[in-house]
């Protein structure tokens, strides 16, 4: 038994609606699992995903790339009966916004740059964007890997390539969704530039291919979304009497 408890501990009690902390303490009494009725692995009807907070707008020049040291100041967890509907929710529980949408006669414009590693698996996730409507510009290795799978993609310069560039076009307001992953010291010196004007500009970026599929998945969702209380959702679950 491991008395020590992160902050996961409350979030998956709360999807299950049985408090983890309360059967452990009891364990650690001497009551066993068996004789508290947790014996079997509760599995919710619905998806929750846990979103961190982070204050990387607060302090200015400050890079709000992740690393294994701690940055977030809190999390939210959205919950839906779909991976999608569920992130949807967890970004706005954030106080972040994914861009809407294009309707007829608007324009709106995803940047892609990805390392080499992912370049493979970029093509699907792209496609789908243009799918939704989006515009697709990259930077030049990135603009052929789209354009060898037939998607129709414009190239951007890099910051160090001259301008007009990615920055000049999201400091413009042309750029309404970014998906940029990078690996080495280098690439991500490079970008940082890029990862500020977001965080300036409001623009919502994702630094990894998973993240960029979750922004597909919550764009299928049908809006507006519904509301669920979560004592509704924990009688849909086995729960400890």
């Known amino acids: 038994m491991n008395p020590r408890a992160a902050r996961t501990v409350p979030f998956v009690s709360k999807c299950i609606g049985t408090s983890l902390a309360q059967i452990a303490a009891r364990c650690?009494?001497?009551?066993?699992?068996?004789?508290?009725?947790?014996?079997t692995e509760i599995v919710p009807a619905f998806f929750?995903?846990?979103?961190?907070?982070?204050?990387?707008?607060?302090?200015?020049?400050v890079d709000p790339?992740?690393?294994?040291?701690m940055k977030s100041t809190g999390e939210v967890m959205g919950v839906g009966k779909t991976f999608g509907e569920a992130f949807y929710k967890a970004i706005i529980g954030s106080n972040e916004r994914l861009p809407g949408l294009p309707t007829e006669g608007e324009t709106k414009t995803v940047?892609?740059?990805?390392?080499?590693?992912?370049?493979?698996?970029?093509a699907p996730i792209?496609?789908?964007?243009v799918d939704f409507g989006f515009n697709i510009v990259s930077t030049t290795g990135t603009q052929k890997i789209l354009s060898d799978a037939?998607?129709?993609?414009?190239?951007?310069?890099?910051?160090?390539?001259?301008?007009?560039?990615i920055v000049d076009a999201?400091?413009?307001?042309?750029?309404?969704?970014?998906?940029?992953?990078?690996?080495?010291?280098?690439?991500?010196?490079?970008?940082?530039?890029?990862?500020?004007?977001?965080?300036q500009g409001k623009v919502f970026?994702?630094?990894?291919?998973?993240?960029?599929?979750?922004?597909?998945?919550?764009?299928?969702?049908?809006?507006?979304?519904?509301?669920?209380?979560?004592?509704?959702?924990h009688e849909q679950a086995k729960t400890i009497a």
Not at 126 to 129: E, V
Request: hydrophobic fraction near 40%; aromatic fraction near 8%; charge should be neutral.
């Open 126 to 129: 792209a496609r789908q964007l």
């Open 111 to 122: 940047f892609i740059s990805v390392r080499d590693s992912d370049k493979a698996q970029i």
């Open 205 to 233: 970026y994702v630094t990894t291919l998973g993240a960029a599929d979750a922004v597909c998945k919550s764009y299928a969702i049908d809006l507006p979304f519904e509301v669920y209380k979560l004592q509704d959702l």
């Open 150 to 165: 037939g998607i129709e993609c414009k190239q951007i310069n890099k910051v160090t390539e001259g301008r007009p560039h």
């Open 48 to 61: 929750a995903v846990k979103e961190a907070v982070f204050p990387f707008a607060k302090f200015p020049g």
């Open 170 to 199: 999201l400091k413009n307001g042309k750029i309404d969704l970014i998906i940029n992953t990078t690996e080495g010291k280098q690439a991500q010196e490079d970008s940082f530039s890029i990862r500020r004007s977001a965080l």
């Open 28 to 39: 650690m009494a001497g009551t066993s699992l068996k004789d508290q009725g947790f014996t």
């Open 65 to 69: 790339i992740l690393s294994p040291e």
